[in-house]
């Protein structure tokens, strides 16, 4: 993967980010980050018990059992763009504006990568789509508004979420 788009295309299309995946143990991927994540502690008493990282765009949940049980892309800033993370391969480690849905699908298109409305998630000003990788798209109208969708966030979870 050479930027942080192919990346989140990537993640798109097959439900994993490199070597991260749902269900691994945060030990393995605290450890495939290098270390000092929290992924491999428990949760102090929160709503749900999970614990979170995040490094630039990059995020990951790991659930009370310390497996993995989310893992996404989020913007990084009011202005909607996305961050390369510092701790994977990634080499383009700027800070991209967000993709437009147009690009978004045609870049999964291009894969072959099928893809669904997603209603659950569409509403107001957010229209969503699931990927048959199970990841959710969620995309955003930028300030100030325009006919344009960008993408907001990329999500994939575990079903019992």
Known sequence: MNTVLDSMISFAATGEIGAFRLGMSGE???????GGTDLTALAAPSPGGAV???????EMWVDPDLT?????????DVEGRFAAPSRIGVADRAVIQAPSRETVINRLE??????????TLTFDHQFAIR???DVSMVFTRPEPPT???VLASLYRSASRY
């Open 28 to 34: 393995e991927a605290d450890l495939l980050l290098g």
């Open 52 to 58: 979170g990282f995040k490094d630039g765009s990059l």
């Open 68 to 76: 993995v049980c989310l893992l996404g892309f989020d913007a990084v």
């Open 110 to 119: 291009q894969l072959g990568c099928a893809w669904r409305r997603d209603d």
């Open 131 to 133: 990927t048959e990788a």
């Open 147 to 149: 006919n344009e969708w």
